[in-house]
């Protein structure tokens, strides 16, 4: 066997989602092929301030696998790190590749897809334009409309308008929505921050809460529908999964719905018409090339109660990747298993490495044209 790749896991982060991501990081650290890769755990805190190594351990203490934490303690590789604080000098010439699993804020929103780009170092995951718009659910949903991908209706409204005119927000969105609807932070994921208002009193109260989350708000229609999703997996010639369903019985899917209650359960595969179903993977698949995505990505679906019509609902750049979440059993069941999506993901992001290096970065003024 060759030498092993070394691969630096990142998590934690100054979002909303830190702790989904500490839980996202060890179910990778837990699965991934210690016979072909060395893992470099980085954790960054809430703070911005990164911690590499063994530095890195205490913020996987309470994931529950104590297992994990005795084998990073050992068996970690050297690396060399001078000084503290926001992104130290590590030695990044000692890492191969990196495994971002960061959700949310400055995560998966092209923010360190920027500076892995600048340093041009290997990762997994979307580039920093497919990250950006995946986490911006306006620029998104303008991206559908203009690639003609079915969806709901949606507005949205700035922070700053709402702080100025309130009033005048509650009218517009009165006369071109029916109750209820949804009101949800543009920039940020895992649900959170998102609220059903069947009322003015309730519609103030969720656009005063997602406004907290982002300066951008998101209006949407409520759609009586069930919740399909499907993972996507490649770079220029991607693969969708079979679908699989979110059932909730709370009243909508939010942060603890996911995260805390249980109260939701996950379908794979989805009970839908064989035409349905291959429909919303080819939806998935368009979804997938409208935003220039490359490595992995969940796409959300609604699929009508009334009449089965099928509308896109969001993408997903950098989806829960524990090894119970969607993404992951997706592929489960379509005969990918955890580890060996850990290992494809790793594949994908050196791949598209290559190509890129092979793109000429200087002009030569005595060349042909």
């Known amino acids: 066997m060759g030498k092993k790749l070394r691969v630096a896991v990142l998590f934690g982060g100054k979002s909303g989602e830190h702790e989904v991501s500490i839980q996202s990081a060890a179910s990778v650290l837990k699965a991934i092929d210690r016979n072909r890769f060395d893992v470099i755990p980085i954790a960054i805190d809430k703070s911005g301030e990164w911690r590499i190594g063994q530095k890195a351990l205490p913020y996987l203490e309470g994931t529950g696998e104590p297992a994990l934490l005795e084998s990073l303690k050992t068996g970690l590789p050297v690396v060399s790190v001078q000084g503290e604080g926001m992104v130290p ?5 000692a890492v191969d590749v990196v495994f971002p699993v960061l959700h949310g804020t400055y995560g998966e929103d092209g923010t360190i897809q920027g500076f892995f780009e600048l340093a041009n170092i290997p990762y997994v995951g979307a580039g920093v334009l497919a990250s950006a718009v995946g986490m911006d659910k306006v620029m998104m949903k303008k991206i559908f409309a203009h690639e003609g991908l079915p969806q709901g209706r949606f507005s949205f409204v700035l922070r700053s308008r709402l702080e100025r005119e309130m009033d005048q927000v ?9 109750y209820p609807v949804f009101l949800k932070p543009a920039n940020l994921g895992s649900s959170v921050g998102i609220s059903k208002a069947t009322n003015r009193e309730e519609l103030i109260k969720g656009l005063r809460l997602a406004a907290q989350y982002d300066r951008k708000v998101v209006v949407e229609e409520f759609i009586p529908a069930r919740e399909v999703e499907v993972a996507v997996l490649g770079n220029d010639d991607p693969q ?7 059932v909730s019985s709370n009243d909508f899917y939010d942060y603890r719905a996911k995260y805390i209650d249980g109260k939701s359960e996950m379908r ?3 009970e839908l018409p064989a035409e349905t179903a291959e429909e919303i993977r080819r939806l998935a698949v368009k979804a997938y090339r409208a935003i220039d995505c490359s490595g992995l990505a969940r796409v959300d679906f609604f699929v009508r109660k009334d009449n089965g019509q099928v509308l896109i609902n969001e993408i997903n750049t950098l989806p829960g990747f524990t090894q119970y979440s969607m993404y992951p059993k997706l592929w489960e069941h379509s005969g990918l298993s955890y580890t060996d999506l850990i290992t494809k993901l790793i594949e994908l992001a050196m791949e598209r490495h290559r190509e890129k290096e092979r793109t000429v970065t200087t002009l030569k003024l005595d060349e042909p044209k």
């Not at 509650?170 to 029916?178: G, K, L, V």
């Open 89 to 93: 000098a590590l030695d990044w010439d």
């Open 170 to 178: 509650i009218e517009e969105i009165e006369a071109a929505f029916d």
């Open 240 to 246: 969708a999964s079979v679908p699989g369903e979110i």
């Open 268 to 270: 794979i595969p989805a």
